[in-house]
């Protein structure tokens, strides 16, 4: 892999285009194009189990000794499954799923 360093100075604008967004576009953004990203995000993760269980237990806000815990899996799988050794499969991942869409009731449905 090739490493290429950039030097990017404040005073100098045309430094900055160089692997920065264009303003113009994220102005010129509607609610509607962000939550279609947002939605195109989303749908990413979820085809990445590893990522997608990782988002899960952070958006809770667990730590991987907590999470498996809190869903009754081993620390274990829940380290396999963000490390992508593992994919959750039936229904631990309907379980993520609904963890991810509803976390309060799936947290007290199994509490």
């Known amino acids: 892999m090739k ?7 404040p005073a100098i604008p045309a430094s900055l285009a160089v692997g920065r967004i264009d303003p113009v576009r994220v102005d010129a953004a509607t609610e509607v194009d962000i939550a279609a990203h947002r ?3 989303d ?3 979820v ?3 590893a990522r997608f269980a990782r988002r899960v237990r952070k958006r809770l806000g667990l730590s991987q000794a907590e999470f ?4 009754e899996v ?3 799988t829940i ?10 499969t039936g229904a631990a991942k309907a379980l993520l799923k ?10 007290a449905a199994l509490h």
Do not use: F, Y
């Open 68 to 71: 498996s815990q809190r869903i």
């Open 74 to 76: 081993s620390l274990e």
């Open 79 to 88: 380290r396999n499954w963000e490390q992508g050794k593992r994919c959750p």
């Open 39 to 41: 939605a195109a995000d």
């Open 98 to 107: 609904v963890l991810d869409r509803a976390p309060e009731a799936a947290l």
């Open 43 to 45: 749908m990413e993760a």
């Open 47 to 49: 085809q990445d189990a």
């Open 3 to 9: 490493t290429v360093r950039m030097m990017i100075d």
